[in-house]
């Protein structure tokens, strides 16, 4: 419209030039036999230049609106993507019913650790200074026809074949929610429902190790309240790295997870939030093996060897019932999070039932004064956003300092051949340097102390990029 009116004032000033220099042309001239003769010319040559104004205007117009309606069909019949940079590469249609995503990371950790020695014997390993590639994943990832979503990444760390992490397909109902299938995260808690990326340690806490990771099942999806709160519930099967069945011997071992939070509680104004959420899960676990629950472990050494400071693992047919409860408070750049987790074993055959409870609470401030990221679509912490980028003028990017709590209770104390275990409380004090979005540099000292064993404390930096 804009290009029109342009195009029109310049044919209306080309026309009144026209008509100044026919004026000029005729003064010039001997003059007319009579004053009527001259009034005539002039009309007849002001009605020329309304004609050819009319006919330029008329030609310009169509001409535009053919070449806009040529575009639009193009990009209509041919679905033709359009690249940008979202904290990642992307490419969108222009009606957006297909979306690509292509990304990775790489984290890479340096463990400076201490241990006394009884520690080292429980252990079996000296608890030395080393480094290690933690994660180093590409993905792809999209929606295709406005209701498909997908996404495939593999983790190259680790040794070995690439080993999967998020493998899925995913059906957007209106009716019921986003239907998940294939090898994805079970819903339960904060911490193991945020990204590794985002969060406030370098590793997640004492509560996740009673949590489950990714399995292949299926899953559902849904909010409530406007998108105040979000639900989740599925079905799994014990699985491997590659999304195969693990130890399964018979066809009732399924697992069933779900979780319900989002935000109870909010003062945009002042930036302020509370969040709150529950858990549970029913585990129907294999006949014969480790139980993969029973079997994750509090990494009290913060991951600074492949080894945990404490585990337990369960052989025979077993049972499970484990629940959870999460809340978190936001104010402006001061956060605080916590988390209770505790899973009830049977074991069959056996007197040896057992429970274990493990908790973390951790506070964060960041110094440089931003808000710590909330996805209100899956009710979890999110990416942080400098207000600054390093490097970008004055910049120096975000700044966060952070304080942790864990303790890991395994009620038998490693009391029976069942059971193998110990409890554990850690205080965990850290700092993470976000030079821009997508690079971050943290740094935690832990001091674990191990009931009835000993001491182990240390340092571990972490260098992470993503995309």
Not at 50 to 56: D, I, N
Not at 386 to 415: C, K, T, W
Not at 419 to 435: A, F, I, P
Request: charged share 20%; net charge negative; aromatic share 10%.
């Amino acid at each position: 419209m804009r290009k029109s009116t342009v195009r029109k004032s310049r044919v209306i000033s080309s026309g009144a030039l026209a008509a100044a220099g026919a004026l000029a042309l005729v003064a010039s001239q001997p003059a007319f036999a009579n004053e009527q003769q001259l009034e005539q010319r002039i009309a007849e040559l002001e009605a020329q230049v309304e004609r050819m104004a009319a006919t330029m205007e008329v030609g310009t117009t169509s001409e535009l609106s053919l070449r806009v309606a040529e575009l639009e069909a193009a990009v209509a019949q041919d679905n033709g993507l359009e690249a940008y940079w979202k904290n990642g590469l992307r490419l969108d249609s222009a009606d957006r019913q297909f979306q690509v995503a292509i990304g990775g990371r790489t984290q890479f950790d340096f463990g400076f650790p201490s241990a006394d020695s009884s520690v080292e014997r429980a252990f079996g390993e000296d608890f030395e200074t080393g480094a290690r590639a933690r994660r180093a994943r590409l993905y792809v990832a999209g929606r295709m026809y406005g209701n498909i979503t997908w996404k495939a990444e593999y983790d190259f760390a680790g040794g070995g074949r690439p080993s999967f992490t998020d493998v899925w397909m995913a059906i957007d109902n209106p009716c019921i929610g986003k239907i998940t299938v294939g090898h994805h995260y079970e819903p339960f808690g904060l911490e193991n429902m945020t990204s590794d990326l985002f969060l406030s340690t370098i590793e997640r806490g004492a509560a996740d190790a009673l949590a489950f990771e990714r399995n292949t099942g299926v899953s559902v999806t849904n909010t409530l309240n406007d998108g105040q709160w979000v639900w989740a519930a599925g079905v799994f099967r014990e699985s491997n790295a590659f999304g195969d069945d693990r130890f399964n011997t018979g066809q009732d071992e399924w697992n069933f997870t779900g979780r319900i939070a989002g935000v109870a509680w909010e003062d945009e104004d002042e930036g302020q939030l509370l969040h709150v959420g529950v858990s549970g899960s029913m585990r129907e676990p294999n006949e014969v093996g480790t139980f993969q629950t029973a079997g994750a472990a509090f990494q009290g050494g913060q991951a600074v060897s492949a080894s945990s400071a404490t585990g337990f693992g369960i052989t025979g047919t077993t049972d499970a019932d484990i629940v959870g409860v999460e809340g978190a408070f936001v104010a402006g750049p001061w956060s605080v999070q916590g988390e209770w987790v505790k899973g009830m074993y049977e074991v069959s055959g056996s007197s040896s039932d057992f429970d274990v409870t493990a908790w973390r609470v951790l506070g964060a401030y960041s110094i440089t004064g931003e808000s710590k990221g909330y996805n209100r679509s899956k009710a979890n912490f999110s990416r942080p956003t400098p207000e600054a980028n390093y490097g970008d003028g004055d910049g120096q990017g975000m700044l966060e300092a952070v304080l942790a709590y864990d303790e890991f209770d395994n009620d038998r104390h490693g009391s029976t051949s069942v059971v193998t275990g110990s409890e554990v409380d850690q205080w965990t004090v850290g700092l993470n340097w976000w030079l821009n979005p997508n690079t971050k540099v943290a740094i935690n000292y832990f001091d674990s102390r191990i009931h009835g064993i000993g001491d182990l404390d240390g340092v571990v930096m972490r260098f992470q990029i993503d995309f």
